[in-house]
């Protein structure tokens, strides 16, 4: 995102298209409307404020770049919701430019995983210029890229397996094409993922500016979530798109109160789209005026049987300096994912429950707003939206090293500062190891996929020995010596193991191979050739061989074709992002909880233990 600061207020000119003219709002309320912008042959679009053919200046005429800063919707609320604790990961089309490597590294020191980004020369990173006033408001002028080939079959071809694993899934209307953003709806739906869907644009558009698709596929979008968060405007024209079934989103042609829907209570406007659209929670956002939230909530109470609506409206915050609204909505957006995760992955079921995620959703819109960027500034933000809700503090990360110490106001001495800077590099690493740990750990406790996984990889290694098959464990790298590991590890609980180099299995190693074995392939990113040869050679053997795959990458050949899949994901970036390090920490998290879930099926002791390891201070400690 490039940033320039104009010296005036931005003007506003309308829009108007075919097929979906946007009526103009109450005199006493402007709004803001989207324009059209031809640039040199290339279509642009932003949202700008005055009479056509206003024209505006730079404020300082020899400085027309403010700053480049890492953002984008999608982006902007999954690091807000990784602020506030809830393990994130971002899927994406992005280039080997300059650009995609600015992104990638964000969000490596933001903690958003970026393992499900496909990358590459094939691909361009999408960019925007986005015109600052003196108050903080903005016009967005948009490339979205790669990012608009994003369509169904795109989505399905690289992303499926990411959302069938989520325990949430969340887009936008803003970028993706709609194709692509009901394809993953609709994985999410199969899976019984939460799906999540921010109308960052109205209707009017997505089908006609943004060219995102059509009417018809704005209204299957959202039709087809869960949870929908669009803006106070956007509203009468999503009542328009319901009413004519989507042939039209003009609500003056679809006989919709427009200022009656602008003026009403927000938790009125929720409940009335959740009405509308079904979904099983609505959170409606107008900037300074705060929220309104409705959730669908079965209530055995009700003389009819049928279903309640809880609703509560949530104010905005007073005393906010704003610098830049660019990101608010997301991070709003940011904070209900946060709040859900909070609770389980469940939706709220009460007023108060409902009012405390939209408090959280609206301390971390008020705290965007008071930085430039949409993303989090992690040495302020934390600190900020615990002061706006304090419920939230025992939610957020802490601050690394190097941020705790640049929001410290003392200078430290000389001294301090030598011995900081050889040691900060390991602290954060420490607690980047302890962040990628933690966010594992919470992964599989709020999904149930993966915790089934993990026991049918317990039950099948369990039952190896009793039918005279083996536990053949394989790797190469540094995820080889997780492999030796994990079979010294299994043998000392009583199940026989034996580690077999990746490279050994096409050179003869094969031929070892008996029936019902059961073999363990490590790779972080699943790809690993051999590995993946090794899979299709098993199969030609053909002797009943079962295979479990240890993986970052679920999207990956050994994510799609082993028999079991635990996956070993990374939230942290590794060591100057290449060298192979919480990546092996997520492996041998997983190869203890193998281990630990096979004693305790087992009820293996320390008695049975000292009978395997009898040597060396344990064994001494367990005579």
Known sequence: TVYTRALASLPNIAHNHAGAHAAEPPQERPRRRRVRVECGGRLLQGSLDASSGTKVYFADPRKVTEGTVVGGVTLNHLAWARMMG???????????????????GKMAELGVSTEFIKHGDEYATSACHILLDAQGERAIVMAPASTGDIDAEALSAHFARAVQRAQVATTEISQVP????????????GAKTLSMLDVDVPPSVAAGDARLGSLEEV?????????????????PELLALAATDGKSCDPVEAEID?????????ENVAATLLRTFAPRMVAVTDGKRGCGLAVERIDDGCSEGGNAVVTASVGGHSGVNQIDSTGAGDAFFGGLIAGIYRLGGRLPATVSELEELGQASAAA?????????????????????????????????????AEAASSSSSSPSPTTAGAGSSTLPSLSSLESDAHSATSLAAEYKSHAGLQAELDRACNVLIEAPKSGARVLVTGI????????????????????????????????????????????????????????????????????????????NADSVLGKEADIVLMAPISEEETIG????????????????????????????????????PGGSIGKMLK
């Open 86 to 104: 809830a393990p994130t990961a971002l899927l994406a089309l992005q280039g080997d430019d300059d650009y995609g490597e600015m992104i990638r």
């Open 178 to 189: 709609l194709g692509g953003v009901i394809r993953l709806l609709d994985i999410a739906r």
């Open 219 to 235: 209204l299957a979008c959202v039709r087809g979530c869960d949870v929908l968060k669009p803006t106070l405007d956007a509203a």
């Open 258 to 266: 427009i200022e009656g829907i602008l003026t009403q209570d927000l």
């Open 365 to 401: 819109g008020a705290a965007c707003v008071e930085v430039l960027g949409a993303l989090p500034d992690m040495a302020h933000s934390p600190r900020r939206v615990a002061e706006l809700a304090p419920h939230v503090a025992d939610w957020l990360l802490p601050p690394r090293p």
């Open 477 to 552: 790298g540094k995820s080889g010596y997780v492999g030796r590991r994990m079979a010294a590890t299994l043998g000392s609980i009583g199940i026989p193991s034996h580690f077999v180099h990746a490279s050994e299995w096409a050179h003869g190693d094969l031929g070892n191979v008996c029936d019902k074995d059961i073999v363990v392939l490590i790779s972080h990113s699943g790809n690993t050739a051999e590995l993946g040869a090794l899979v299709q050679q098993l199969r030609v053997v053909d002797k009943g061989v079962r295979t479990v795959g240890i993986v970052g």
């Open 578 to 613: 290449i060298v192979p390090s919480r990546s092996i920490i997520s492996q041998e998290a997983v190869v203890n909880a193998l281990a630990a879930g096979i004693a305790s099926q087992l009820g293996f002791t320390k008695d049975d233990f000292r009978q395997f390891h």
